[in-house]
């Protein structure tokens, strides 16, 4: 401890003494302190320039890029490897418009300040067109320009604003210019008409006059007929004009702008009838074609009243929205059906089922009547049943029965003769000669009774029945309904026959005072002859070329004329 002690009393004898020297010589004092003072100073300057060559070390003090081109942050770095990103502080940078900013660069723990210029040395590029312009009007010089390519705003400027108001073609000089004062010259073309290029005419309007189409010009005609043109039908048509010699085309429109005029009412109904739009309309008017629809399609399975929108849509899309009231209730009432009675019917004719029967209901919408004739074979004797079926659209129904029995045809002579007596009274007019009396009857048959090429020989009423009544049969049936007719029309008259061969022929022989003559009213193919009065020779030699068609044998008739 007294070691430690002295050593302590000696150090502090020696600083004493330190110090008295130091008092009592104070020039080296002053120097001591400037010499320190320096070695601070020379200390903080040697840190500044290390600082200072770190910093340029690390960061770009300067960059340059072209306009539009990214620019990120490490492009500003030495050493691009390093991680960087843009500091606040910095300005924004819009690569699109060339100047100089001021960024701040964050690198590690330190930002670093630096200049970025933006520079457009890259002149602008476009495609010039044609414009087409009718007299008098103008348009801006960007019109004459298209695809324009630059990394900078481009304003598009005349070299030589065209004259608007001269007919004919014009070149035209556009300027491109860049925000960085670097231009492009495009050539394009302007054409000024005489005709308006273009005409809207609301539907419903007149036909155009030259006057709508001609804007200037002594001599004009229509080389197309716009007469010809449906007016009422939205459409776009080319019109030819010739104006002063020249050939031009304008595009004729016909619009539709004028929306329909639509009127609706309420409609009271019955749950599960199928509604439409047009139930509920009252009245539409429009210059064209108008379709209407729901804008909702109602429910229409809803007990009660329900608010409808109804849209009418014209030809040219415009459209009328209207509301209506759909009021719905339920229907349990079955419709009633009336006048269902047996029927009769003779062999192989046909039957009018509906005939004389009605059906009525609270609702006649939907309302139907089928009958079941399954069970009935119109070409059998018997007797059959049937039913009918009424079934309204809430699918309320009622049956009914009956039966139809079919019974034999019988064949009255009286009967077709009062029925041969009723043509020959609308075809026959009083003071005509028996002449004239035959054409009249030629002409009936032919045009009353149809051809098919087969029927029952053996009953002549049957076959005249057939062909008064049925109007259908072969050359039998048409010899027998004359043979009804002449007979009736008192003139006199005869069957005849061909000889029997692979086929046979009926016509008829007449006398109506001078003597007999051939009639035949079989319509034949392809030559159609009038047969009607022929002597002997006219139809042998028609037989006879034609197949020997009314070879008969003589001696079984008198002598023909």
Partial sequence: MDTVMKQ??????????????????????????ILIA?????????????????????????????????????????????????????DAVDVFVPGEYHVKIQTGYFSHNSTLHIMDTIAPEGEGVKVNLELGQECAADEFVTAIKDATKVTVSYVKEPDFELPGH????????????????????LFISQVVTELSLEAGSRPPVLSDFVIEGEDAAFLTDVGKFDYTVPADHKVKLRVDGNDYEALLHIVDTVAP???????????????????????VEDITEVKTAFVIDPDVTAVGEQEIEICATDAGGNQTVKTAKLILEEDKEAPVISGVTDLNVIVGSTVSYKKNVTVTDNCQEGLSLTVDNSAVNLNVEGTYPITYVARDGSGNETRAEASVTVRPRVYDEGEVNAIADGVLAQIITPGMEPGQ????????????????????????????????????????????TSKVLLTRAGIANMDITKIPSRTSHYWNLVNIGNGWYHFDTTPRRPDHPHICMWTEEQLMAYSASHGNSHNYDHSQYPEVN
């Avoid at 300057?45 to 600082?51: E, I, P």
């Avoid at 690390?58 to 770095?77: N, S, T």
């Avoid at 005029?261 to 109904?269: A, E, F, G």
């Avoid at 009353?448 to 049969?473: F, P, Q």
Wanted: aromatic share 10%; with cysteine.
């Fill in 8 to 33: 302590e009393n000696d150090e502090q004898k020696q600083d004493e003494q330190e110090q008295e020297q130091a008092e009592s010589s104070p020039v080296s004092g002053r120097w001591r302190r």
């Fill in 261 to 283: 005029v639509l009127n609706v009412h309420d409609v009271r109904s019955f749950t599960t009838l199928a509604r439409t739009a047009d139930d509920f309309v009252a009245s």
């Fill in 437 to 480: 009396k035959l054409e009249a009857i030629y002409r009936y048959v032919q045009s009353h009774v149809g051809y098919t090429g087969h029927s029952e020989k053996g009953n002549w009423i049957r076959a005249a029945y057939e062909g008064l009544v049925d109007g259908k049969g072969d050359c039998y049936v048409y010899a027998c």
């Fill in 170 to 189: 014009q070149e035209v000089e556009i300027l491109l210019t860049d925000l960085g004062g670097n231009t492009t010259m495009v050539a394009a073309e």
């Fill in 38 to 90: 320096g070695a601070v100073i020379a200390a903080a300057l040697v840190l500044l320039s290390v600082f200072f060559l770190y910093e340029n070390s690390l960061v770009y003090r300067e960059c340059y890029a072209e306009a539009g081109v990214e620019v990120a942050a490490a492009d500003f770095l030495k050493n691009s490897e390093k991680p960087a990103y843009f500091a606040e502080g910095g």
